[in-house]
């Protein structure tokens, strides 16, 4: 088995914006137009039942690793108690349900999930403590529920053919 190389770090934090003015002034890293990850269906510990799930994010343009700033948002896997070091992500994962059974297998599960209209899954989250306190998230390979913080379609980048942040016009 070839080791996959992780993508991005995502950070949970309370003001998004300052956040980015911060890390920004830190690190030296440039970070992209905030976006929004929106669907209305999201199942995590909180609620099984998939439901509602919005959080605002931006990305470095630095990377890989590439940082994610992610705001906080509802009682879950993204909540309040989240903040801080949030996961290492691993994209273009296009088998999911084999992934997760292989975290299975290794005593790890799932908490939090990500659906498509037409019930596949486009991410999922590992269980935080089953993982020394950090979760892993394994991302599919199409375009998942990502638009402008003002909820416009993102323009898919032509080297990708993936929704991307970075063209997002600002004002």
Known sequence: MT????????????DLEAAIEKWSKVTGYTFSPI?????????????????????RISFSKEGPPYIELMSVTGSGTHGPDQ?????????????????????????????GTSFTED?????????????????????????GPTFADDGSELELDPATGRRSLWAIRQG
């Open 83 to 111: 903040a801080g070091p949030h996961h290492l992500a691993i994209r273009g994962v296009a088998d999911m349900a084999g992934r997760v059974a292989q975290c299975a297998a290794a005593g790890v599960g799932i908490d």
């Open 3 to 14: 080791a996959e190389l992780i993508d991005h770090i995502g950070f949970l934090v309370p």
């Open 35 to 55: 976006g929004r990850y929106t669907t209305n269906r999201y199942s995590d510990s909180s609620n099984p039942t998939p439901h509602f799930h919005d959080t």
């Open 119 to 143: 019930g596949r899954v486009h991410l999922c989250f590992t269980k935080k403590n089953d993982l020394d306190g950090i979760r892993f998230e394994y991302v599919s390979p199409f375009n």
